[in-house]
């Protein structure tokens, strides 16, 4: 059974810094595109950043640009997304995503083969 789970998130202030973990398990993700997105109340899931199976392209939407590092552990079968310099309009639930077309960079969530459950965070201003 193939599962991916997030974990790192939760309450930080405006200027503070989270680091996310996504662990894959089931299946080898090593060929595998990453990508993390987020969906705030009310609103639709939007990309957040990609990041391709070798590891050498990664991908970010505008607002998280400069502020945000998405890498990868091929080894332990786990991505991550470093986030610095939060703001309050970064609070949602994060989820982590991976797709089978390891080259390429999808910002489209339909793309994405499977899904973890998300991980909650709030930036408290």
């Known amino acids: 059974q193939v599962q991916l789970v997030e974990s790192g998130g939760g309450l930080v202030q405006a200027g503070g810094s989270l680091k996310l973990s996504c662990a894959g398990s089931?299946?080898?993700?090593?060929?595998?595109?990453w990508g993390w997105f987020r969906q705030a109340p009310g609103k639709e899931r939007e990309f957040v950043a990609a990041i391709s199976w070798i590891g050498g392209r990664r991908s970010y939407t505008d607002s998280v640009k400069g502020r945000f590092t998405i890498s990868r552990d091929n080894a332990k079968n786990t991505v991550y997304l470093l986030m610095n310099s939060l703001k309050p309009e970064d609070t949602a639930v994060y989820y982590c995503a991976a797709d089978s077309h390891g080259s390429r960079l999808y910002e489209s969530w339909h793309e994405y083969d499977y899904w973890g459950q998300g991980t909650s965070v709030t930036v408290s201003s």
């Open positions: 089931g299946r080898t993700f090593s060929s595998y595109a």
